[in-house]
């Protein structure tokens, strides 16, 4: 492919699709604002350009988009507990920085953008549905909102100028690197520090779970199949109650108990993504089993807590 932007780089899945795509033989640009969320450790020994700048710097967007075979944009305001507390910096980001992001890739004329998008914008799934990529928004918080607004700019990109576009969305990552706010990180420094796990509620609503591996490992495979106008689903077809993730948690570090605490509000009974078109158009399937993924994740972040 040659030279691929990921904005978001020096966060969670970014510093994970940095080393794939590295690892592949492209050369890699990061953009990153290294808000609390993002971390330059995170990409030591890999090797990329870095361009320190927020989404709304239009000028460092051209410069980081220049000459680049296509970008890949994750640079996002992520934590849902934030978007409940604090929704603003979620449009501005996510939404106005997604602008920002297309209105770039246009002017540099960039060949591919891939935008990377949620299993939450289509809100909770009934019991056996799986939402396909077609299916309609009914985001239930205000990241997921935020999110099907930045996918609404990308089609509207599509069809107002026939942008050199596509979108993948992605079910629950779970890995190294990810910030501690999140759920698998938390419950271990909540198990390591408290030596019990509280819950959000009675634990009951469902998420499917993809290794960050296999989901860079995804997003690489739609690049590289770029087409525009695609809209692909990656799943790891590893659904679990969040009590049951956090009992397995538990067990892992040493057989801490999980409680219940006070219910999130917005919380969705269960999110699903149909991923079987991009299975077989893409050539992907996850690779990390759960219960591998998760012990090496466990570990990383009980080395990283407290
Ligand atoms: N983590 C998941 O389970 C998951 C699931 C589905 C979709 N996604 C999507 O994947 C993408 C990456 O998620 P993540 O979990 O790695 O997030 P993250 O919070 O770990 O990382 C986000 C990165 O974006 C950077 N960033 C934030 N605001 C910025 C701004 N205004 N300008 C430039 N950089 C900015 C941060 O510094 C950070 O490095 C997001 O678009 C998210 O919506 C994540």
Redesign the pocket.
Known sequence: MGVVLV?????????QLVRELSGAGHRVRV?????????RAHLIGVPHEFFH????DGAALRAAMDGADGAI???????VSRSLASPGAFF???VE?TRAVLEAAQAVGLPRLLH?????VFGAALPGQSFGPGDRHRPGNP?AAS?AAAESLVFAWRHSFGAPVALV??????GPR??LE?AIPCWTAMAKNNGLIVIHGDGSPRRDW?A?ED?ARGLRRALEAFEPGAVDHLAGRNERSNRAVAEAVGALMGGAPVVSGPARPGQDAAYRLDDRHSRARLGWRPQVGFAEGLAATVAWCARRAG
Request: contains cysteine.
């Open positions: 904005t978001g780089g020096a966060g969670f899945i970014g510093s953009l990153d604002a290294l808000t609390y969320a993002g971390d700048a927020d989404l709304q944009h994750l640079a996002a305001e992520s934590h501005a980001t996510n920085g990377m998008s949620t299993d939450e990241y999110k969305r992605c079910t629950n990552n779970y990810q910030h999140k993809l960050v989901c």
